[in-house]
């Protein structure tokens, strides 16, 4: 089915052929109709299936055909995000979609001057796109109105409620109109998210898309079981003699991603550290390198798993594996997307295993299993099975080399 049977107009159709889009992924095919009905949509998709442009394009198609005018500071659509580079990347994508409609969009995000963003919203702007924090700071300081909103999106809500932001949300939503079109976008349909939709949209129709990550993107999963202290020379020795061109690399901590970074140069390795603790220009700046190729490795903390959106990520190695089991999910979904062949490598020590079990039973299968000569761990990490109950058993495989 061609994105021309969703029900889009010629200039939406036009920006997606000149990006290269031509069939609708599963989630749109669904979602798209929907909205453009003006239902209310609880959808649920693994990350890089398309979730963005199944709420963006129908809000656009709907805002080219509005007749009234907006005033100032005012807007149509409200897309609330987790993360500063989630909000950025959404709103790229809308600017991408909308290049041949008349349409505003602003990302309005904490860690830079908010002048800016206030001045842009003296007009009025069609699609705001906005992490909590920073929105509330300018609805207390009256920046913007809600008066004339026609839709909100939750996007990544599963991820927002990781995050401690329900109490800014429902203070969020108390603020906007009852008549409004409610959208709600998760990789998960958790408990937690599930009730958080029952306080923010009425009579949703619930969509459900690849509920495994078998389903999801092409990548290539695998875990080596390794030492705690001998993860970082697993790391180089990988990327050495693999030839590894790019790779995302999540640690769990912001003092741990310096230190590796440092002892990835102390091995010829150039590294940079993204987390929370760096400026907001300093952490664009190195996406923008990142990917354009210019930094090879990145080493992140769980912050970046929903803010990078690269097409052509080839890889993403856990070097911690995350406490949350939903996390691993959105991690790796950072490489595989567009429909190109991912690697989704994690660093597993014995004091993994709980994490390891979680993970497992999430997925609802075991992951492929190696070893690197020269790297066997001397504390055998047991295998997992899914009721967390475990075997101990020796891992299998050896982790070939490979060029890429």
Not at 43 to 68: C, M, R, Y
């Amino acid at each position: 089915m061609p994105f021309s049977k969703l029900g889009l107009s010629t200039p939406i159709l036009h920006a997606l052929a000149e990006l290269n889009y031509h069939t609708p992924s599963p989630i749109q095919q669904q979602a798209i109709p929907l909205v453009l009905a003006g239902k209310n949509v609880m959808g649920a998709a693994q990350t890089g299936t398309g979730k963005t442009a199944s709420f963006v394009l129908p809000i656009l198609e709907k805002i080219s055909q509005q007749g009234e005018d907006l005033r100032g500071k005012r807007v149509r659509a409200l897309i609330l995000t987790p993360t500063r580079e989630l909000a950025q990347q959404v709103e790229k994508n809308i600017v991408d979609y909308a290049k041949h409609l008349e349409i505003s969009s602003l990302a309005m995000v904490g860690g830079v001057d908010s002048e800016p963003q206030k001045q842009a919203l003296i007009y009025g702007i069609d699609i705001l796109v906005a992490t909590p924090g920073r929105l509330l700071d300018m609805m207390y300081q009256r920046a913007v109105h809600f008066d004339q909103l026609e839709t909100l999106v939750l996007d990544e809500a599963d991820r927002m409620l990781d995050m401690g932001f329900i109490d800014d949300i429902t203070k969020i939503v108390d603020r906007l109109p009852g008549n409004r079109q409610s959208l709600l976008f998760s990789a998960t349909l958790s408990k937690q998210v599930k009730a958080l939709a029952k306080t923010t949209i009425n009579d949703a129709v619930e969509i459900s898309v690849s509920n495994h990550i078998d389903n999801a993107p092409k990548i290539d999963q695998c875990l080596i079981t390794v030492d705690k202290d001998k993860k970082s020379a697993l790391l180089s020795h990988l990327i050495k003699e693999n030839d590894w061109q790019q790779a995302l690399i999540f640690i769990q901590t912001k003092h741990g991603s310096a230190k590796l970074v440092s002892q990835l140069e102390k091995r010829g390795i150039a590294a940079e550290a993204f987390h929370s603790g760096r400026s907001q220009a300093s952490r664009n700046k190195l996406l923008e390198n990142f990917k354009a190729g210019e930094v090879k490795f990145v080493v992140a903390t769980g912050i970046a798993s929903r803010g990078i959106d690269i097409d052509e990520l080839s890889r993403v190695v856990n070097y911690d594996l995350p406490d949350q089991a939903d996390d691993y999910v959105h991690r790796i979904g950072r490489t595989g997307r567009a429909g190109a062949q991912g690697e989704a490598i994690s660093f597993v020590s014995r004091d993994d295993f709980r994490n390891l079990c979680a993970i497992e039973s999430r997925i609802g299968h075991l992951i492929e299993r190696k070893e690197v000569e020269g790297f066997v761990p001397t504390k055998e990490v047991p295998v997992s099975i899914l009721n967390y109950k475990p075997k101990s058993k020796k891992g299998n495989g050896h982790y070939k080399n490979r060029k890429s």
